[in-house]
């Protein structure tokens, strides 16, 4: 089984970071391969960076030649979910509501710890569109840009801080709310005493499963294939 994994934004570093967590969580026999956009932001940090990176993220997958099983989108709460399920005859899971569907599996309320607070909005509207907000208890932010996600000892800790308000506010499950935030779980989980699901792991699983048991994506309504028509991809070459 092959797995295309799609960073939102240009950082190879990231990709790389993505990558990791994501063979980690893979099963014996599946391949995972990250896809870094070739154009976009360098991160994607609110409504104009979203929207940019899913532009970015499907021309990425429009000319990638190369056959896979699965795609995994690790852009938490970033649009082009339903784009990219139009475009390709694969299962398509993208890592907020992954995670989130499995949060939901491990207690009645989750919490997200995202990284600046200025991505709450994108992240609600992703989990209404996932059918899963009714069970979060909050979206949290650390105050830390997705750049500054490398230095690990303050990630962790303004991880920990921002995830003890979720848990004030209900959460008896929290969600990492980033991709860059690969790698957390195990030690957050342990000094919180909750569950962390970790989106990256979570969508390589359900792909898994996708693909083994031989379903992907509907074509009857919402994600037909797309209309034939003209459609020209950036500036006309010369």
């Known amino acids: 089984m092959r797995i295309v994994v799609t960073n939102c934004n240009t950082t190879q570093g990231m990709t790389e970071e993505i990558v990791r967590g994501a063979r980690a969580a893979a099963g014996p026999g599946t391949t995972v391969l990250g896809l870094t956009p070739a154009w976009g932001p360098e991160s994607a940090e609110g409504w104009l960076d979203s929207y940019l990176s899913a532009a970015a993220v499907i021309d990425t997958l429009r000319t990638y030649e190369d056959p896979y099983d699965a795609v995994v989108m690790a852009g938490f709460g970033e649009h082009g979910r339903e784009g990219v399920r139009e475009l390709v005859d694969v299962p398509v899971v993208d890592i907020t509501e ?31 569109g996932a059918g899963v907000a009714q069970h979060c208890a909050a979206v949290v932010g650390t105050g830390l840009g997705v750049l500054d996600l490398g230095d690990s000892e303050r990630t962790e800790a303004a991880f920990v801080a921002a995830a003890e308000r979720a848990r004030d506010a209900g959460a008896e499950v929290l969600v990492l709310g980033c991709a860059g935030m690969t790698g957390l779980q195990r030690a957050v989980g342990e000094k919180l005493g909750l569950p962390v699901v970790d989106g990256v792991g979570a969508a390589v699983k359900l792909a898994e499963s996708l693909v083994s048991l031989g379903l992907t994506t509907s074509r009857a309504g919402s994600y037909a294939k797309p209309l034939p028509k003209r459609r020209t991809w950036g500036p006309p070459s010369e």
Not at 121 to 126: F, V
């Open 98 to 128: 992954a995670a989130a569907h499995l949060a939901c599996l491990l207690g009645r309320r989750y919490g997200v710890v995202t990284t600046l607070e200025r991505s709450a909005g994108q992240i609600e509207d992703s989990l209404y």
